[in-house]
């Protein structure tokens, strides 16, 4: 494997290691970690088409694999050693009903739905490839902190592969009970911290470091690599044709900087002549993205990150007191670890970022459960996003635009049942903290007497009316 290593992003630093380490900083300068390859050595198809006949040989299971079938584009594994279990067989979905709600095209607004993948979430396009990763390296548990679907993912890859002990520290309360459901039932002996997300991570990470367990939160380079493939998923479904737009929620950060290499690699290997744009969705409840990039003006500049502004923003937020708190779990993260990784993406496709708020968030979700295949409500921030950014003719009428729908409708459902709800006190209960005041998506059940002519007053239908006609 002398065509790959993992390598320092920090320009003045670009100390390289081994794959066959296990890091998650690099060593000299704490830093992230890239995974980088030399392309000349790598036999990659000449044109992005070529993955196209995989499609006949899908009881291959590197072939079926949604990740694995682009693997000449993330060559870091022996074939043989790959964890797979049929991720990334997922579906962009072009939807003309919501682009009609916001004033676009039709034939211009796509959802890439990646809660199709076998734990509800596109973290298993991540999780394949760092289970990958912990396999060649010997590992034999595997652990995470996690808002709840890294947990999901983790678990179902321990489970399914029977490779590892899989260990999960998610923060108190603030986890919905689909992501917990499957961190148990997959069989994660799962630790419940008293502290909020990024308290669980900061603990995961010492204990990893002082003993033999696998980390794989997206600080774990490996990870990214996987997450590559959705948008080669995503241009697989446009005929190979980029989009104008990418549309994504940014939590920590690790999906958007995943987009970003996976276009600076096509880019440089000439199997695309033009990147995308790249918009990041915060929750205005999460933004430190947003602020750090919007307000304080925070950039890549070649690498040369403005450290010390980072570290007087979280100062102050912690002067402040100010903890990150939304609706859309996935998101809600104060210090996001791929920061400086999302400043590169944001470089590369000359992204922009937009927060939306969590009243914004839950309305979009519910629009997109009416006219697509639905999702959670991180994901809902998307279309959100574009609604501000088509109000600020940043987008297009006639842009191609991707929302990506980063997880599944049923893994939150009490919040789906409180916003549709009749009952306003469960309503209230469940949204008004967060500053949701309204629903005028909803879709309220109906209660009705046991009895047929009660049930036609409620259908508004009269004893008489004849059938279909
Ligand atoms: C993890 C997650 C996110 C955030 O992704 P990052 O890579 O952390 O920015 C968004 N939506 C869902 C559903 C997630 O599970
Ligand atoms: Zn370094």
């Known amino acids: 494997m002398n065509h790959v290593h993992q390598a320092c992003i920090h320009p003045e630093c670009g100390a390289t290691y081994d794959v066959g380490q296990i890091l998650t900083a690099c060593p000299s300068c704490n830093s992230l970690l890239d995974i980088q390859y030399d392309w000349d050595k790598v036999a990659v198809p000449r044109s992005l088409s070529e993955f196209e006949s995989r499609w006949g040989s899908r009881r291959e299971p590197l072939d079926f694999s949604g990740v694995w079938r682009f693997r000449e584009l993330l060559p870091f594994a022996p074939d043989h050693q790959i964890v797979t279990i049929g991720e990334g067989q997922t579906i962009l979905q072009k939807n003309d009903r919501l682009a009609a709600q916001l004033g676009m095209n039709s034939g211009r607004l796509f959802l890439q739905y990646e809660g199709l993948n076998p734990s509800g979430s596109f973290k298993d396009n991540g999780m394949t490839a760092a289970s990958t990763h912990a396999h060649m390296v010997g590992a034999r548990i595997t652990a995470c902190a996690s808002t709840g679907n890294t947990s999901a993912s983790l678990a179902i890859y321990a489970g399914v592969s029977g490779l590892f002990q899989c260990v999960v520290f998610v923060g108190s309360g603030r986890i919905a009970y689909g992501k917990l459901s499957q961190a148990l039932d997959y069989g994660a002996r799962t630790l419940q911290i008293r502290g909020d997300f990024d308290d669980a991570l900061a603990r995961v990470r010492e204990i990893c470091e002082q003993h033999p367990i696998y980390l794989c939160n997206s600080v774990n380079p490996f990870r990214l690599e996987g997450q590559k493939t959705i948008m080669l998923r995503v241009l697989e479904g446009l005929g190979w044709d980029v989009p104008e737009w990418i549309v994504v929620p940014g939590g920590n950060l690790g999906n958007c900087s995943a987009f970003g290499k996976a276009f600076m690699e ?27 990039v919007n307000a304080h003006e925070l950039t890549w500049n070649s690498g040369q990150v403005d450290a010390p502004k980072i570290g007087d923003y979280y100062e102050s937020m912690d002067e402040r007191n100010e903890r990150a708190r939304t609706l859309a779990s996935a998101i809600e993260i104060n210090r996001p670890v791929n920061l400086e990784k999302a400043l590169r993406a944001i470089d590369v496709c000359d992204g922009v970022v937009q927060s939306v708020t969590d009243q914004e968030i839950v309305d979009a979700r519910a629009m997109i459960a009416a006219a697509g295949f639905g999702c959670e409500p991180a994901s809902g921030a998307t279309l959100a996003g574009l609604h501000h950014l088509r109000e600020q003719n940043l987008i297009g009428t006639d842009d191609r635009v991707v929302c990506v ?62 059938a279909f006609n």
């Open 266 to 292: 096509l880019k440089q290997l000439g199997l695309i002549d033009r990147v995308p744009r790249l918009a990041i969705i915060n929750s205005s409840g999460a933004h430190t993205l947003e602020q750090l």
């Open 405 to 466: 729908l980063t997880g599944h409708q049923l893994k939150d459902p009490d919040l789906t049942v409180a916003y549709h709800s009749a009952d306003e006190n469960l309503r209230a209960k469940k949204l008004v903290p967060s500053g949701v005041t309204k629903a005028p998506y909803a879709n309220a059940p109906v209660v009705v007497d046991n009895d047929v002519a009660a049930i036609l007053e409620a259908l508004e239908l009269s004893e008489e009316s004849a």
